[in-house]
């Protein structure tokens, strides 16, 4: 196993981390298989949030006895000091531990980010539970290439996480960036939501990107654990039929996948186009339909709002056809 240094935050991980989202598709005992493997494989590093709802507490469970083994990362949506703090509360008591490695604010919009950094907001919380030893360092997470640029130059962001695939590169410049300034960069969506078929072509594609700290795929079996230690192992170079296997997965995804760049919005009724597509992905790909279906019931605006101005199509860089898109939303979710 490769170890790297993740940043400035000093945690030494293991280039492949556990992703935790496909938790909440299995169960307690098989979650404690997928520790016990991953102590053996010797990946170190843990992703989950408190937003995929038994994921925490499972792997609380799971690490009973071989915390010291592991670094730990989860997620909060709270956006105010008070709400993050009794987050950080509960993380800690799923966790079954009494420090969080890494602490993250959770896929802020713009108004929401400007909202954790403002008096009274979750950055202070943060910021007070570090000094009270309950979390170690603080990151941050989003699909917003506009946030991303933004915390790159906040001096207490440490790590930052944001999709990055063979089909989602538009963050690669941004990634090198990371580098640069010493803040760990945490790959999610590796394999596009699913829609990247090809997991060892996946993770090939973005273990050879030496900007990449960590790579964080969700695992639901032990199979899946040792596949994708095989593909991350793997040093040799990008072979020419792995190169021209990527075009053709651009090519099959390019003209109908949202990159959630958000250059379609504001939409004019409201509507969380990236949010709406990204759900379905976990509806459609991932497994999660329940928890998908209650995210979405959170939007303000649902897809079937859509008026079809087509305003939103004239700003995709990708000529995606939204409107179509939308009404298919619409009607997988019944709203």
């Known amino acids: 196993m490769e170890y790297i240094t993740l940043g400035k935050s000093g945690l030494k991980i293991s280039r492949l981390g556990f992703g935790g989202i496909p938790i909440q598709r299995v169960d307690a005992d098989t979650t404690k298989e997928l520790v016990q493997a991953m102590v053996e494989k010797g990946i170190n590093y843990i992703d989950t949030a408190r937003g995929y709802t038994v994921s925490e507490s499972f792997l609380g469970e799971a690490l009973e006895g071989v915390r010291d ?29 009494d420090y969080i490695d890494l602490y993250q604010i959770h896929n802020p919009s713009k108004a929401e980010f400007e909202q954790v950094l403002a008096e009274g907001g979750a950055l202070e919380g943060l910021l007070e539970a570090k000094e009270e030893g309950k ?23 440490e790590t930052i ?3 990055y695939n063979i089909v989602e590169n538009q963050g690669v410049d941004l990634i090198a960036k990371c580098r640069e300034k010493n803040i760990g960069f945490i790959v999610m969506k590796p394999l596009a939501g699913g829609a990247i078929e090809d997991g060892n072509l996946a993770l090939r594609f973005i273990c050879s990107n030496p900007d990449v700290s960590v790579v964080i795929p969700g695992m639901a079996s032990v199979e899946e654990v040792e596949q994708n230690l095989r593909a991350s192992e793997n040093e040799a170079p990008l072979s020419d039929e792995e190169l021209a296997k990527m ?35 976990y509806l459609d790909r991932y497994g999660l339909e329940d928890w998908a279906r209650t995210r979405y019931d959170g939007f303000a605006v649902k897809a079937s709002a859509c008026i079809e101005c087509g305003v939103c199509e004239t700003r995709c860089p990708y000529e995606l056809p939204i409107r179509q898109m939308l009404k298919e939303a619409a009607s997988r979710f019944g709203k």
């Not at 075009?247 to 709406?276: D, H, M, Q, W």
Request: proline share 3%; charged share 20%; glycine share 8%.
């Open 69 to 97: 083994k592991f670094v730990l990362a989860t997620k909060s949506m709270s956006r105010t000091k008070d709400g993050v703090k009794a987050d950080i509360e509960t993380s800690l008591k799923n966790l079954r531990t």
């Open 135 to 157: 979390i170690g360092h603080i990151g941050f997470t989003t699909h917003s290439l506009e946030l991303f640029e933004e915390a790159l130059e906040l001096p207490w962001v």
């Open 161 to 163: 996480m944001f999709p």
């Open 247 to 281: 075009e053709e997965v651009r090519k099959s995804l390019g003209n109908n996948f949202c990159r959630r760049c958000n250059y379609c919005a504001p939409c004019t009724v409201g509507i969380n186009i990236s949010g709406v597509f990204l759900m379905q992905g």
